[in-house]
């Protein structure tokens, strides 16, 4: 067993494919997972490497973790975070360790099968450089369908950024453009989206999905809103610009009315009535100033947490083989 230091630069042997799994509180599927992912790896006949990396689990998780290590520890590896710092830091961590000429993220939880791979794996040594997914005959909620698809139609017209199906993690990237994603430093990111934008030949595949083989979503209601606020504020001012073209409406509206007012006070005299409507024209109005002030400040706030350069995340310790290393 070793742990990583940056004392030292691991020269590693030539690997075809890596395989970045984050896990979270995974310990009822972790075994299935093994038992499904290193037959199908094994019988491409490559050199690869499957990065595990463990974000703060509180179950068994971390153990069994160790464990396949010791079991496969020339193709297994790894990382340990001190705490949950989510599902995108934990693949932006695996990348950083990435060896591989392609790499392929797959979801712990088994609704993405890794018998899926080699099609990847073939998408990409086909030409492209970047491969998305579109899940089949999906197996969640209506609800969880219809929010999605709401989400995808609203995030495309907003940011450009042409992804079927932006909540299926099964994907592959080649070299490059990993060593593109390692190179942007973004405390909140959304990196589907962000290998897009970078992406010279994009592409996706249909691929299968299945049930949850044990436990339940890590994603609630908010986390999913929150996450696909973080994608269109982080990758597009347009509602900015929106806000703008609004107030500018609302201004406009308003500045009439008040000419309307001024006219029929001198025209008509003083009047009472319509006092309530205007006490409701004015509640909306402040609605979409706060709405507004809420908008910019979740820009302003990305801003300050850029700006404070603070690490996006913390490794206790990564699990991996021996390998010669170099003194810097």
Known sequence: MNISSSAATAVAPSVALSVVIPVYNEEDVLQA????????????DEPYEVIFINDGS???SAQLLATQYQLRPEVTRVV?????FGQHMAIMAGFEQVRGAIAITLDADL??????????????????DYVGTI???RN????RRIASGLMNKLRERITRIHMTDQGCMLRAYDRALIDTLNACHEVNTFIPALAFTFAATPTEIEVAHEERFAGESKYSLYSLIRLNFDL???????PLQWFSLIGTLLSLGAGALFLLLVVRRFVLGAE???????FALQFFLIGIMLFGIGLLGEYVGRIQQQVRRRPRYRISAVLQAETKAIER
């Open 140 to 143: 969640d909620s209506a609800f």
């Open 33 to 44: 997972l093994f038992d499904r992912l290193y037959p199908v790896l094994d019988a491409l």
């Open 232 to 238: 269109v504020t982080g990758f597009s001012t347009v």
């Open 272 to 278: 009472v009535e319509g006092v309530f409507t205007l």
């Open 135 to 137: 899940r089949q005959q």
């Open 111 to 128: 609704q993405n099968p890794p018998e899926e791979i080699p099609r990847l794996v073939a998408a990409i040594r086909a030409g492209h």
């Open 58 to 60: 509180r179950d068994r």
């Open 80 to 84: 340990l975070f001190n705490g949950n």
